[in-house]
């Protein structure tokens, strides 16, 4: 298994950094799923949403939104006593897109948050994985008021093959999350399962 610099694990008596990206469309909850599961206060550069950038990015369905991540999230997870997982979250603004590029060097895998209110703007960061052959699995995000479509019928709708899993979670909850990462992690380990899961991590 590679790890965040790209190298194998490191030996017996060292310690292994495991980096995972967590991605997705404007506001489909990036910054919440990571504070949720990091065991450390997560950093977090958040800035206050102006007009201007809501021409870019309508806030329809996320009207509450009042702050947007312009460079990235970062939080950590200590798996065991050789193993760290670092997560870095993306910023969701089509203008800060530049720097996924940076963002997903040595990365182990992704998860691709999906918002079914506005379920196409999370295709820019699955096209961006499959294109760079990045690992991910896809999280629907179940907002209230949203809703709620089977796995399958949002795999149906994004195009997926039936080797990507698509899970439900609740970015805001801990388990949920975690839920989602092991989702990825066994993805990773067996990349060509037909998972085609319907339980809510
Ligand atoms: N009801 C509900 N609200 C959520 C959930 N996840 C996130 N939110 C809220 O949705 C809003 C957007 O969440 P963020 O975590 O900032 O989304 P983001 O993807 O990081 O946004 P950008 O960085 O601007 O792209 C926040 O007000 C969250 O509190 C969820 O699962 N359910
Ligand atoms: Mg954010």
Redesign the pocket.
Do not use: I, Y
């Given at each position: 298994m590679a790890c965040a610099n790209g190298s194998e694990p490191a030996a017996r008596g060292s310690s292994a950094t495991l980096k995972v990206l967590v991605a997705?469309?404007?506001?489909?909850?990036?910054?919440?799923?990571v504070g949720a599961v990091s065991e450390i206060e997560p950093l977090s550069t958040e800035e206050l949403l102006s007009g201007l950038s809501e021409a870019a990015d309508p806030l329809d369905g996320?009207e509450?939104?009042t702050?947007?991540?312009v460079a990235l999230?970062f939080g950590r997870i200590t798996l065991d006593e050789r193993h760290v997982l670092y997560l870095f979250?993306t910023?969701?603004?089509q203008r800060f897109w530049f720097l996924w590029e940076e963002l997903c060097a040595g990365a182990l895998g992704a998860v691709v948050?999906a918002d079914t209110r506005r379920l196409a703007d999370c295709f820019p960061a699955v096209d961006f994985f499959e294109r760079r052959g990045i690992g991910f699995v896809v999280a629907v995000?179940?907002?209230?008021g949203g809703h709620r479509y089977a796995p399958d019928e949002v795999r149906d709708a994004m195009g997926l093959g039936p080797e990507v899993p698509v899970v439900r979670c609740?970015?805001?909850l801990p388990s949920s999350g975690t839920g989602v990462l092991a989702s990825l992690v066994h993805h990773l380990l067996h990349p060509n399962d037909s998972i085609r899961s319907s339980c809510r991590p």
């Open positions: 997705g469309g404007f506001g489909a909850g990036k910054t919440t799923f996320v509450a939104k702050t947007t991540t999230d979250g910023p969701g603004q948050l995000n179940e907002f209230a609740d970015a805001r």
